[in-house]
């Protein structure tokens, strides 16, 4: 008897995941290794989701957690990169999947699986990242997505060629929504929420309280930062991780972080999703409002621009590609002194930054004040100006409003 080939599979314990499981048994003749990432989801418990696949009929199965290689690898640099995709998305499916990617190839060159497979559609963005990033990392992997391949077009198809195939058909009515979720926020798509003048319904949030409901006092914290990384809140010093589910927890329970957008997807659809991210929001906010005080301001003008195309670039699956690693080489240099710390009001859905200190700040309090302690010689500014507006003056005298 040959041996049957291994197919490493990104399993969620969903019914897409757990048909894949069989699928790969049944069509492709293969043995499954199930893999599946603890990202901080709020699936906390992945022992019967491992088991799961098991009983599907995996080979092997194992749940990783994930979670502080995620901060420490991705988040930081997120960041440190004021990650907003569209200005306005934190990126949170895109910075997962390239670590979740990473552990397939592992597991692969460790079982010695010629092929990996994920549950992508075909019409999003994670089959490109997943895909793109398995490619970067060993490009003599063979990949399969079967949700691309399989004739199972409708969930009613899928449900009964699960119930044929021994494969548990969840028994619950399912959320009518599509959501991923880890430490950096929650994804909602589909449903209701594909017409876009709908209003998300209420039942779509977990993370953040209705922004009335909140508390009308709201809260105040600090966020301090030690070299662009969130450090500690309220002066309490804790790992990111920590960190980043005390932020999601305070700014959430401030009605805080809610997004609904209209966005680009890499596959030329525009999608309407909708987002939490408060702990993400906040620090990103708060670190954006800290390099203002320490970066000057042609750095701050050259950053802006690179941040934005960390971002496309993140979206765009390529993680593990030399512009990404050429922006953070740029921001290891720049997060160097952006360290202090920053107050920021939380209030009914709403951030207000109200203070900033840095210990190597840019800003000097006796140039700025207009107290008597300034220093800023007045008089220079007159040289200043002269020299400043000379080539205006001849072009308006030449061309422009001086000249008519
Ligand atoms: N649109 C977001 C992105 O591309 C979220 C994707 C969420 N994925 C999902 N399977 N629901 O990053």
């Known amino acids: 008897m040959s041996q049957k080939e291994k197919v490493v599979l990104a399993y969620s314990g969903g019914l897409d ?24 989801q709020d699936e906390r418990d992945l022992e019967p989701i491992r088991q799961k696949a098991l009983d599907i009929g995996a080979i092997v199965s194992e749940a990783m957690d994930m979670r502080e290689e995620y901060a420490a690898d991705f988040l930081t640099r997120a960041i440190a990169a004021n990650a907003l995709y569209e200005g306005v998305y934190p990126l949170l499916s895109a910075l997962s999947r390239p670590l979740i990617s990473k552990h397939l190839v592992d597991v692969a060159h460790e079982t010695g699986a010629l092929y990996v497979a994920h549950g992508c559609t075909g019409k999003g963005n994670d089959q490109v990242r997943f895909e793109t990033s398995i490619r970067a990392l060993d490009p003599d992997l063979q990949i399969i997505a079967p949700v691309r391949e399989w004739n199972l077009h409708s969930r009613e ?54 922004p009335s409901e909140a508390s009308h006092e709201g809260e105040e914290v600090i966020i301090g930062f030690t ?37 680009d997807r890499v596959v030329g659809i525009k999608s309407r999703e909708c987002y939490e991210c408060p702990g993400a929001l906040l620090l990103i906010n708060a670190h954006k409002s800290l390099e203002m005080l320490c970066l000057s301001a042609e750095t701050l003008r050259e950053k802006q621009k690179l941040d934005i195309q960390w971002a496309d670039a993140v979206y765009r699956g390529l993680w593990y590609s030399q512009i990404r690693e050429a922006i953070d080489a740029f921001n290891v240099y720049t997060q160097q002194h952006v360290t202090g710390e920053v107050r920021i009001k939380l209030c009914c859905g709403g951030l207000f930054l109200d203070g900033v200190r840095a210990d190597r700040s840019l800003y000097d309090y006796n140039l700025a004040t207009y107290d008597e302690s300034d220093t800023f010689e007045h008089a220079k500014s007159e040289g200043f100006i002269y020299v400043h507006s000379l080539p205006h003056i001849t072009w308006s005298r030449s061309q422009g409003p001086g000249s008519r």
């Open 17 to 40: 995941t757990s048909v894949i499981v069989k699928w790969l048994q049944v069509e492709k003749n293969m043995d499954v290794v199930a893999i599946c990432g603890n990202v901080g």
């Open 157 to 210: 198809e899928e449900m009964e060629w699960a119930a044929a195939h021994d494969v548990p058909v969840p028994t619950t009515k399912d959320k009518p929504y599509s959501i991923d979720d880890n430490l950096w926020g929650r994804a909602i798509e589909c449903g209701v929420l594909e017409d876009t003048w709908n209003k998300p319904p209420d039942d779509i949030w977990t993370m953040t309280k209705e």
């Open 227 to 263: 070299a662009g990384v969130p450090t500690s809140i309220n002066g309490q010093e804790m790992p990111l991780l920590d960190l980043i589910i005390h932020a999601n927890d305070i700014a959430g329970r401030n009605g805080y972080g809610r997004l609904d957008m209209i966005e």
